[in-house]
């Protein structure tokens, strides 16, 4: 059974880190290109960071650039996504999905149940 | 980036009937569309990509038509899980980017 668990979220104050995690199990992990979806409370999906399938390719929203850094182990079937200097407006649930085709950018089939985040200002 | 804008923002209608939701992109995305539901308190679920490709294990009472910039779904009689919010992506051009949401209610 496919499966993408997150986890690592929680409440920080404004300006503090926090690494998410995303365990993976029941695909070949290393052969698909990964994205974080953060969804804020009662709003829409947006776009935060996505890697390629070999890790060497690497894209973010601009809001979050330059803060967070998203990173894979292909040994370890885990996503990352490292936060630092976190914002108010960065709270939100934070999905780990896997993108359908072999491609880096393309509909997402897999979503994991998101780990939320929340900065206090 | 390019811009999904999605109408109308709240549709009612009654179970068994059809419900019709339309898409936008503010410039060609070609027919890389895709169609999410997202029932209070789950996660998304991928129903259509490539603008009109039902995914694994979605019934066919999902259709979804369009190319360039305008999209429709259409969901042919409505059940009771269907009542959720729908989202459009699409994956033309980074950032994927998705529509603002039409919440499907029960009237």
């Known amino acids: 059974e496919v499966q993408v668990v997150e986890s690592g979220g929680g409440f920080v104050q404004s300006g503090e880190s926090l690494r998410l995690s995303c365990s993976v199990s029941g695909f070949t992990f290393r052969s698909y290109a990964m994205h974080w979806v953060r969804q804020a409370p009662g709003k829409g999906l947006e776009f935060v960071a996505a890697i390629s399938g070999s890790g060497g390719s690497t894209y973010y929203a601009d809001s979050v650039k330059d803060r967070f850094t998203i990173t894979r182990d292909n040994v370890q079937f885990t996503l990352y996504l490292q936060m630092s200097n976190l914002r108010a407006d960065d709270t939100a649930n934070y999905y780990c999905v896997r993108v359908a085709g072999a491609v880096d950018l393309d509909a997402f089939d897999i979503w994991g149940q998101g780990t939320m985040v929340s900065v206090s200002s | 980036d390019i811009v999904m804008t999605q109408s109308p923002a709240t549709l009612s209608v009654s179970p068994g009937e059809r419900a019709t939701l339309s898409c936008r992109a503010s410039?060609?995305?070609?027919?890389?569309l895709a169609w999410y539901r997202q029932k209070p308190g789950q996660a998304p679920r991928l129903l259509i990509y490539g603008a009109s490709v039902r995914a694994t294990n979605i019934p066919g009472r999902f259709s979804g038509s369009g190319s360039g910039t305008e999209f429709t779904l259409t969901i042919s009689s409505l059940q009771s899980e269907d009542f959720a919010v729908y989202y459009c992506q699409q994956y033309s051009a980074w950032p994927g980017t998705f529509g603002q949401g039409t919440k499907l209610e029960i009237k």
């Open positions: 410039q060609s995305v070609h027919t890389n």
